[in-house]
């Protein structure tokens, strides 16, 4: 019954090694986010794509980058990952279609990054 | 930047016994929300109250909206040590943008 389902869970990779997160939906849903959450602290949009549009927050770093190649599927991509990057990367999805009656946000699980 | 704060941080309470849940925003909105995460777990939606609206209800949970104060609170009732986790008040000022407030970890001591 998973909606947004994130791969892996637990990531670790070496400082300054691209690595890409996954996020996956079963709701149709036309607007996917990344939000990066550090401990203790509120969950930060990163960017989200409304369809195919992607929408760049100001203050996220050059690199992250992010992929939606259809509906479903969302990657995160992290070209260089350094300490700072280490969070809970989190997926959520919401939909905006005519009349929607729903338009909250439904997370993943997240996925949570340590860079070694 | 972030659009909410939450106040107190923290919160322990024992179980039974009410909690209350403040969030201030700064700029007009749409609508506010309000999630909750367990520990390392992703968030999960409990109740949405729009800018129009002044007082929502679902279950245990109440949550008023205050526009003037840009102000929002979040009453959980009868609390139980399963309401234990992590508050956050998400505002949605441009559409389909949802900003985080810092959260609230209360703990339901049994």
């Known amino acids: 019954d998973a909606m947004v389902i994130q791969n892996p869970r637990y990531q670790v990779t070496q400082f300054g090694k691209p690595v890409t997160l996954s996020c996956s939906q079963t709701?149709?849903?036309?607007?996917m986010y990344w939000y990066q959450q550090k401990s203790s602290q509120a969950p930060k949009l990163l960017f989200h794509?409304?369809?195919?549009?992607?929408?760049n927050e100001a203050d996220t770093p050059d690199n992250f980058q992010s992929r939606r190649p259809n509906t479903s599927f969302c990657f995160l991509d992290i070209r260089s990952p350094g300490l700072g990057d280490a969070a809970m990367y989190l997926c959520?999805?919401?939909?905006?279609?005519?009349?929607?009656?729903?338009?909250?946000?439904?997370f993943g699980q997240g996925t949570r990054l340590t860079v070694v | 930047s972030q659009q909410g704060e939450e106040d107190p941080q923290a919160l322990s309470i024992q179980e039974g016994e009410n909690a209350t849940m403040n969030c201030s925003y700064k700029?007009?909105?749409?609508?506010l929300q309000w999630y909750r995460q367990n520990s390392g777990r992703g968030l999960v939606h409990l109740i949405l109250?729009?800018?129009?609206?002044r007082e929502k209800h679902s279950g245990r949970l109440r949550v008023t909206l205050d526009t003037s104060k840009k102000s929002s609170s979040l009453l959980i009732t009868a609390s139980r040590a399963a309401d234990t986790a992590s508050y956050f008040c998400?505002?949605?000022?441009?559409?389909?943008?949802?900003?985080f407030g810092t959260g609230t970890r209360l703990k339901v001591l049994a």
């Open positions: 959520a999805t919401s939909s905006r279609a005519m009349g929607a009656r729903r338009t909250e946000a439904f």
């Open positions: 709701l149709n849903h036309n607007v």
């Open positions: 109250i729009r800018s129009n609206e």
């Open positions: 700029t007009s909105i749409n609508n």
């Open positions: 998400a505002t949605e000022s441009t559409p389909y943008k949802y900003i």
């Open positions: 794509y409304y369809d195919k549009d992607f929408n």
